[in-house]
């Protein structure tokens, strides 16, 4: 089985994830109609958009490697002092 993304061509948006026995990207769908095309990919989710050929989570998780992603910018930040303690706040 492969698996192909449903692309509604106006949008880019993924609407539908579809398995066919063989490959038919590019193509209307069987049972469907245009603006609908098939694109093989095994990453693609629905709701993901396609553009510049390729596809594009619209909503990538936050990077467990930025601090702020849970706790949001640090106190001293957010007064307007660096880490210098200098205060910038006029």
């Known amino acids: 089985m492969m698996r192909h993304a ?3 061509t106006g949008s880019g948006l993924v609407v539908n994830l579809i398995d066919y ?3 038919i ?3 209307v769908p069987p049972g469907m109609e245009a603006p609908l095309l098939a694109i093989m ?3 693609a989710e629905i709701g993901w958009r396609y553009q510049d ?3 594009v989570n619209p909503n990538p998780a936050p990077s467990s490697l930025d601090p702020n992603w849970i706790w ?3 106190f001293a930040d957010v007064i307007g002092r660096g880490t210098t303690g200098v205060d910038h706040v006029r």
């Open 25 to 27: 990207s590019n193509t």
């Open 72 to 74: 949001g910018p640090k």
């Open 53 to 55: 050929g390729g596809f």
């Open 21 to 23: 026995d063989t490959d």
């Open 6 to 8: 449903i692309v509604d």
């Open 41 to 43: 990919s095994d990453t």
